[in-house]
């Protein structure tokens, strides 16, 4: 009971200070603008021309860091904050997601190996959801069984969270590159600043990762335990 308990409150804290940190960090720079003037859309737009890829759209959504590269339908989408805005925090996004677009163009092995294990961790995080419902607190799945499953869940979206660590750390590698050399962020202050956001938006990778390897933990002790009973 410990064991969890600690493992709750220490996952939480990690999480709750990744996404506290990516966002005062996001906030502070979000006011900085870049002397190039350009909008993330025109950044997007020239890594895009300049890696030769022509089958990658640009998209504007609402909310705040809703921003993704969508492999399946090659869709580069940009928050309106970044898709519009000219700070350093907004091209330091942009280039990031185009660091995945030009990762999946040169087939990238980890991006290929994380889209190939989408399907997989989708089912595994709808049972990890399930499963403590219906089985070690309804009742309706024997707890032996229940926490086998739970394990191979916990298993499944830990490798994911592991394969996500290097596509992301990538992507921030090419987009701190690319706008070095483009020009779009200018060399000193504002690099340091867009290097701050791309840095502290790493870390909610890292902290997804440490909170899975420990639930996964978890459950292999609790099935470990009960094959010795």
């Not at 909008?39 to 089958?55: E, F, K």
């Not at 898709?83 to 660091?99: D, I, M, P, R, W």
């Not at 709808?126 to 799945?141: D, T």
Request: proline share 3%.
């Amino acid at each position: 009971m410990f064991f969890y308990l600690a493992l709750f409150i220490g996952t939480m804290a990690i999480g709750a200070f990744a996404s506290y940190r990516v966002r005062s960090t996001y906030n502070k720079y979000s006011q900085v603008p870049a002397s190039s003037g350009m909008t993330g859309a025109q950044v997007a737009q020239r890594i895009l021309d300049l890696n030769d890829i022509r089958d990658v759209t640009i998209h504007a959504t609402p909310g705040h860091l809703t921003d993704h590269y969508d492999p399946s339908h090659r869709r580069l989408v940009l928050s309106e904050e970044n898709y519009y805005g000219n700070s350093v925090a907004a091209l330091g996004v942009a280039a990031h997601e185009c660091g995945h677009a030009i990762q999946h163009k040169q087939l990238y092995a980890p991006l290929q190996w994380r889209m190939a294990a989408v399907g997989i961790t989708n089912i595994a995080s709808q049972a990890a959801m399930w499963i403590p419902m219906l089985g070690l607190a309804g009742g309706l799945i024997p707890a032996k069984l229940a926490i086998t499953i739970m394990t191979l869940c916990m298993g499944v979206i830990m490798l994911f969270q592991l394969v996500t660590l290097p596509v992301e750390f990538d992507a921030t590698a090419r987009a701190k590159k690319i706008l070095a050399s483009t020009g779009a962020v200018a060399p000193g202050t504002e690099f340091n600043a867009m290097s701050s956001v791309l840095s502290a938006a790493a870390l909610t990778y890292v902290a997804a990762f440490i909170s899975s390897l420990g639930y996964f933990l978890y459950y292999l002790l609790r099935m470990a335990g009960g094959s010795r009973d």
